[in-house]
């Protein structure tokens, strides 16, 4: 009964294995210019849209095992204090630098300040 046991454990790492490989193979991220759309794939994929100026932060959390490989999991972090964790992501930190350079691509430009005249006119010497 050990022989059959230990085959039970090795065919359901197996599966366990195969259905961790289509899930990272199945999962995908879309950046637009001013938006981001998530599939975490199987085995219920649903399509997360996230405006960019609704994102607060992304961070990254990398097992030793994941910087090798280069895996990850990262969590968004909206503006209004919903959180979204996304597990088995290919190159986390590619994703995080990128969704990092839209959202400094769709900020507007601020003008230069103007500093009035008054402000830097030397202090008048006291009598």
Not at 77 to 95: E, V
Not at 105 to 111: D, F, I, K, N, T
Request: net charge positive; aromatic share 14%; charged share 20%.
């Amino acid at each position: 009964t050990k022989g059959v046991q230990a085959w039970v454990l090795v065919f359901l790492s197996f599966v366990w294995i195969v259905l961790s490989w289509i899930n990272f193979q199945s999962c995908w991220f879309r950046l637009t210019k001013d938006r981001l759309f998530v599939k975490p794939g199987f085995p219920w994929p649903k399509i997360h849209d996230f405006p960019l100026d609704t994102i607060k932060s992304v961070t990254v959390y990398q097992p030793v095992l994941g910087k090798f490989l280069d895996f990850g999991k990262i969590r968004i972090i909206r503006t209004d204090g919903n959180k979204k964790l996304f597990k088995m992501i290919g190159s986390p930190h590619l994703l995080t630098s990128a969704i990092y350079d839209a959202k400094a691509a769709l900020a507007p430009e601020l003008p230069p300040e103007t500093i009035d005249s008054d402000e830097i006119a030397p202090p008048s010497p006291s009598p």
